[in-house]
């Protein structure tokens, strides 16, 4: 059964980006390369990612900006009201809920998961819907004070496991279910 993890970083102050949208804080941390909840090994299992405008936007600038590449060959989903340039083959947009998408989501990534990449707002929906399975989040040690909040939804979370990653307190948490107070 294909599960759906929203991986992501975030700032101690639980930010996922600043007001600006930028991610710059996430690239001044280190991290272990091959390092319990590290990157490598999550890719590994997934065989789509979904994620939003601004995050695919961002994506977008940041790639241009170096001169480099869509790094994904797996299915790219991006919710987005616009009609953005294409980073890659396999990106399919689409808009409106996340439901009327779930199944075409997950049949693109075959037997492997789904990655909800962000933003906070997209992860949100599909826990909202029941269908986020899993939050993976790498807290830094470092505030921002404003910016893009993590998860601005209330749900019960129950964490199943807890690491270290070299700057990064790695914290895996099930999605139990929407708060009603």
């Known amino acids: 059964m294909t599960r759906c993890t929203y991986y992501t970083a975030t700032t101690l102050d639980g930010f996922i980006a600043d007001e600006h949208d930028s991610l ?5 941390q280190e ?6 909840a590290g990157y490598e090994e999550f890719i590994a299992g997934i065989g789509a990612m979904v994620m939003g405008a601004t995050t ?20 790219c989903w991006v919710f987005t009201h616009h009609d953005p340039a294409p980073l890659g ?20 990534a075959g037997d ?9 707002d997209l ?17 830094a040690p470092v ?5 893009r909040p993590l998860f601005p939804r209330r749900h019960d979370l129950r964490l199943v496991d807890l690491d270290r990653n ?12 929407r708060r009603s107070d």
């Open 24 to 28: 710059a804080w996430l690239f001044e």
């Open 31 to 36: 991290t272990q390369e091959g390092g319990p």
């Open 56 to 75: 695919y936007t961002w994506i977008g600038d940041h790639l241009r900006a170096n001169d480099e590449k869509w790094a994904y060959d797996i299915p």
């Open 89 to 108: 083959d396999a990106i399919t947009t689409v808009s409106g809920e996340v439901r009327g998408h779930h199944a075409a989501i997950v049949e693109s």
């Open 112 to 120: 492997r998961d789904l990655w909800v990449v962000g933003g906070g």
């Open 123 to 139: 992860a949100g929906q599909f826990a909202d819907a029941g269908l986020l399975d899993q939050i993976i989040v790498s807290v």
């Open 143 to 147: 505030t921002l004070g404003a910016g």
């Open 166 to 177: 070299g700057d990064f307190a790695v914290a895996t948490y099930d999605v139990v279910g």
